[in-house]
């Protein structure tokens, strides 16, 4: 199978942030879409794994910042790319807060939706979350960021593998996972946080 033929489903990328309690994080998503309109929901998918999957669960409410077009890698990176059970992601960033006091992207971003979780499913990596919308702003003109677009445009390229060291192995990017071997298959999906192949890096002898 050619996952990269998914690629051209029509994905947006959001910064996915909730609260519960005192505790507060925030991941980077794919995954959201208007089902209802009477009351509004939505709906928003999110890796068990992820912290912030976990925080919803708790408190029932998040915000969905809209990331735009102009959204760099390093905004990307820093909510996307470390857990935060590591590391506090919202310290010392002066972001705004919806009604339910959840930050929310105060740049990089032209939307903003709140949401009350009123259902939810199991789906075996990723839980489903069906929420009502209780809230929903403009932040500014831009072009909402889409996947396709991150992928062609905003994610970088894959460096050229030097042809003098052998590779005896690949890490993920996102979770650190490593898989032995010289070569990693093309379908090959992280068993840790699902992501594909493509986001993985070699790891050289010595």
């Known amino acids: 199978m050619e996952k990269k033929a998914l690629y051209n489903l029509s994905y947006g990328v959001f910064m996915l942030s909730t609260r519960s309690g005192e505790k507060v994080n925030g991941c980077i998503t794919n995954t959201c879409m208007q089902v209802a309109n009477d009351p509004i929901r939505i709906a928003i998918s999110v890796l068990n794994s ?68 009123v259902e939810q499913r199991d789906l075996g990596t990723h839980t489903l979350f069906i929420a009502e919308v209780t809230d929903a702003k403009m932040l500014n003109d831009n ?40 070569e990693l298959p093309a379908d090959y999906t992280c068993p840790l946080c699902g992501h594909d192949a493509s986001d993985f890096e070699p790891i050289y002898e010595g």
């Open 50 to 117: 992820n912290y912030t999957c976990e925080l919803i669960k708790e408190s029932g409410i998040f915000a969905l910042s809209l990331l735009d077009e102009q959204c760099s890698f390093e905004t990307i990176s820093h909510f996307g790319f470390q857990s935060g059970r590591d590391v506090d992601k919202f310290d010392q960033l002066p972001l705004p807060t919806d009604h339910n006091n959840v930050p929310y992207m105060g740049w990089h971003a032209c939307s903003v939706i709140s949401g009350k979780v």
């Open 143 to 182: 072009a909402p960021l889409t996947y396709a677009d991150y992928q062609n445009r905003v994610k970088p390229k894959k460096k050229e593998i030097s042809k003098d060291k052998k590779i005896i192995g690949w890490r993920c990017k996102i979770c650190n996972y490593v898989y032995e071997g010289s």
